[in-house]
């Protein structure tokens, strides 16, 4: 009778097991990816391919390869001088960004200061203004500066843009940080600067990363507000700009466009490969504070 009264019968696993449950979540993960990736291998395929064959062979496989693409719009479409243009725009804006919105974060996330957090709702109110409403004021403040028709001015204009995430970003993280360091710092004679840049900047590291990423992706793939301040200079255009042009009144180039693409897709996505675990660990790091 114990024996009956202590005896379980074997319990049945359903058909879901954990192993099978794993593998068809990797299945389901995987078609998503496909389908997520395909665009973009279909675009670096159709960039290997004359505009004659690129809709007569929608395969992946060019049937005459030809590199005539790149070179007709890296030299005779001016990709390669709008290559550089964008490169100076997404590097001068990520050096400013970081710099002012590190500053400001540190000052919001560690400094009392009376009216603070008024300040803060008012920077995140400025968040949900669409990009169209300020255009015409920072396109008339770039002219009155006399950078209207310039790439510095693009460059400043570009910061504006995502400043205000960035630094509540940063204030988020730099409220986490203990006080005990700014304690231990002031008891070792050294400033609030020297603080900073010694104590708060190093542990903000994946902070600066995400904030290196964002930006470099916001910058170069902005299209709208290089376009407004370009539409005097076409000198002055980036690459968003100058792949638009690839598109006539009466006919589109199809292969230049999609190699001057990839050769604009290629160096963000190689940054974003190199510098993805700090990111992903920036952005826990300001979720969970």
């Not at 004359?50 to 929608?58: A, G, I, T, Y």
């Not at 390869?65 to 479409?77: I, L």
């Not at 400033?191 to 990363?209: D, E, Q, R, S």
């Amino acid at each position: 009778m114990t024996d009956a009264t202590h005896f379980r019968a074997p319990r049945r696993e359903g058909f879901f097991t954990p192993r099978r449950r794993r593998f068809l979540t990797s299945v389901v993960l995987a078609v998503i990816c496909a389908i997520w990736v395909y665009p973009m291998v279909w675009m670096i395929a159709a960039s290997f391919k004359p505009n004659s064959e690129l809709f007569r062979n929608p395969g992946l496989i060019p049937i005459h390869p030809t590199f005539g693409n790149y070179v007709r719009a890296w030299t005779e479409a001016h990709i390669q001088r709008y290559f550089f243009n964008t490169l100076f725009v997404a590097v001068g804006s990520v050096i400013i960004t970081t710099t002012s919105a590190a500053l400001m974060g540190y000052v919001l996330g560690r400094r009392p200061m009376p009216g603070k957090w008024l300040l803060m709702g008012l920077m995140v109110f400025t968040v949900f203004i669409p990009q169209g409403y300020t255009i015409i004021p920072v396109f008339e403040l770039l002219s009155r500066l006399g950078l209207g028709q310039s790439l510095w001015g693009l460059m400043l204009a570009t910061c504006g843009q995502s400043i205000v995430v960035f630094t509540l970003l940063f204030a988020g993280y730099f409220t986490q940080v203990p006080n005990e360091l700014d304690e231990a710092s002031r008891m070792d004679g050294v400033g609030p600067v020297k603080t900073f840049l010694f104590v708060m900047l190093p542990l903000a590291k994946p902070i600066i990363v995400t904030v290196v990423v964002l930006q470099s992706l916001q910058a170069w793939n902005d299209f709208l507000l290089p376009l407004v301040i370009t539409l005097a200079n076409p000198a002055l255009r980036t690459l968003s700009v100058g792949i638009y042009s690839f598109k006539g009144e009466n006919f589109v180039d199809w292969g230049g466009m999609t190699s001057a693409s990839t050769i604009a897709i290629v160096p963000i996505i190689l940054l974003f490969l190199f510098l993805q675990r700090y990111f992903i660990d920036g952005l826990a790091g300001a979720v969970k504070g």
